[in-house]
């Protein structure tokens, strides 16, 4: 769900509604104007997506995990059934030779993205760097592990470019899919389930900024056992071998985007674990709004986004008593912190979208100079703050990344 600027009446859209567009599955946070029509154009075959490459020394590693938390009644699931949840570890690794690509969607997840949005046969969606199942470098003991929230109704796949560089500089990321929220996610035995919790009101989406939060506690509860050496997976699913002992749980850290994003300020607010968490362009709701966090937080936010047309970013940053940031990336929108940034240009010939409707989604700077600033600002604040590896580089404005500006 995306919704409109505050001063706009309140007016909520769903990008869902705009045939084609590949910026239907960003969305639940702030957005810069109304949906632009899609015009239709020939859709060339074979088109093909591809992300910035990932910096960093290490390798990375994946496996995907089935977590089920009998303790909570599902709320979004249409059954009222128990919460359960898919996630993806991320890992340095070794030895990754013969081990499977890991698949920016799994099969029948590609399937239904592919179709949902209108992309044409053959669309090949982003090779990643990731290889499934790859064991664990364990040059190091432990690394530290940062939990990825994505936006409302997107798939926990919409980072990857900024996760795969996350691993790259030594972290373990476990990204988390929304069940029921996501649009699709892909269960084991070829279980699908598609988005049918669509947040709309003030009280669903804070419910859903809550449920995420609950979550992620979830999931570092699972990663506490798999760390001692269990399997926190429901079908007992293979693991990597050294991932047992591999997680720094003394250093953990949050990110997420737009919805994803107020959760890991959620997360933070509500449980203790977490040390350090990152808002990418998200609103805060409910009591969090008002009572901020106390622990390092960094708020990155696009151009269009400031204070004067979201009234939760003041209260929250006046609020919050640990160490905290806001930065802003000039000429970008609300979907420039996702990997939509990358593939929005490149599928935009199959969607008949033109510049001006790539630019309204992404703004007018360059996806390389965007994903750039963010992957530094990122592992600068994570490196600082889960490391204690300080490169200066958040004590103030830098030549090196003019676009990037620092917010009261």
Known sequence: MTESMPGSNGRRWLRKAIPGCIAVLFAAGVTAGPALAVTTAASPAGLTTSLVAPTGHYRAGTVRLHLVDPARIDPTSPARGIRELMVEVW???????????????????????????????????PQTTGHVGAPVDRRHRRYPVVLYSPGGEADGSFDTGLVEDLVGHGYVVVTMDDTNESPEVEFPGGRLVTGTFVPVTDAELLEAQQIRAADASFVLDELTMLNNGGNPDAGHAPLP??????????????????????????????????KAAINMDGRFRGPLAQEGVNRPFLLLTGSYHTEQNDPTLAPFLKASTGPKLHLSLANSQHATFTDAEELEPELAPALGLTPGQVAADLGT??????VTDERAYIEAFFGKYL????????????????????EP
């Not at 890991?264 to 607010?269: E, F, L, P, T, Y």
């Not at 700077?365 to 965007?370: R, V, Y």
């Not at 004590?395 to 990344?401: E, V």
């Open 387 to 406: 490391r204690n590896r300080d490169n200066r580089l958040l004590d103030g404005p830098s030549p090196r990344f003019p676009d990037i500006s620092f």
């Open 91 to 125: 890992y340095p690794a070794v030895g990754t030779r013969g081990f499977p690509a890991t698949p920016y969607l799994t099969p029948l997840a590609a399937a239904h993205f592919l179709t949902s949005n209108n992309l044409p046969p053959g669309t090949t969606l």
């Open 241 to 274: 071998a050294g991932l047992a002992d591999s997680i720094d749980l003394s250093r953990v850290g949050m990110l997420g985007w737009s919805a994803g994003g107020a959760a890991s300020a959620q997360a933070m607010h509500d449980d203790p674990r977490f």
């Open 365 to 370: 700077i360059s996806p390389k100079t965007a």
